[in-house]
């Protein structure tokens, strides 16, 4: 199956501080959806992005997709510790066949 | 948010046992999946189903048997499993197959001694 990559694997940061993760792609991606799985949980949906250079917000979130529909990067402005949890990003890059790829996810903990 | 609804939440069972996961989603979808989520590989697909059709089948040992009745309801039957097989197994839905974004269960959190 196609590849993606998401880095960093682990993030820590001092609370108030900036995150990003991001998830990249060798091939064109049909969308892209951003998840959260808080410690103990299970994944819960964010975000999807759909058409190239696309980006939304959700408050302190903010979602990309790159130009070329092969990146996406997730922002997190001034965290704080109801952050912490795993990102997901899952690519979807063949609608009519219904083929998608979940990311390696990344472990965001915040520093009080 | 229990849209999608696993039992049970935690099962531990022998290696020469047979038990069943359940899953059942009140959200009006047309898909469901398995997926097993371990230190190992974070989210894993295992089997996809639309319309109660099984349409993916990640090379998935045998031991594992899933099941879909209708639209609203998925098993997966296990027999004979591995220590290895301990995981975190999780259910989802989605209105139709990969263009619209997955709502999970809780999870069945399954040891296997």
């Known amino acids: 199956g196609q590849q993606v990559m998401q880095i960093p694997q682990y993030q820590h940061v001092q609370e108030g501080e900036d995150f990003t993760t991001y998830c990249n792609s060798s091939t064109t991606l049909s969308n892209i959806q951003w998840y959260k799985q808080r410690p103990g949980g299970h994944p819960v949906f964010l975000i999807q992005l759909v058409k190239s250079g696309e980006v939304k917000k959700q408050k302190r979130l903010t979602f990309q997709f790159g130009e070329a529909k092969k990146n996406s990067s997730l922002h997190i402005t001034a965290t704080q510790t109801t952050d912490v949890g795993t990102y997901f990003c899952e690519i979807t890059y063949n609608t009519n066949a219904g083929k998608s790829t979940f990311g390696d996810g990344t472990t965001l903990t915040v520093k009080p | 948010e229990t849209g999608v609804t696993q039992t049970p939440r935690h099962l531990v069972m022998g290696m020469t046992n047979k038990k069943s996961l359940k899953c059942e989603q009140h959200?009006?979808?047309?898909?469901m999946y398995w997926y097993k989520q371990s230190a190992k590989k974070p989210l894993e697909l295992m089997f996809v189903y639309n319309f109660k059709e099984q349409t993916e089948n990640n090379s998935v040992p045998s031991r594992f048997s899933p099941e879909c009745p209708n639209s609203s309801h998925l098993f997966l039957h296990l027999h004979t499993l591995q220590p290895e097989d301990s995981a975190l197994y999780l259910c989802?839905?989605?209105?139709?197959?990969?263009?619209?974004?997955?709502?999970f269960g809780n999870g069945t959190r399954l040891t296997v001694t």
């Open positions: 989802a839905s989605s209105q139709d197959l990969r263009n619209s974004p997955l709502h």
């Open positions: 959200l009006g979808h047309n898909a």
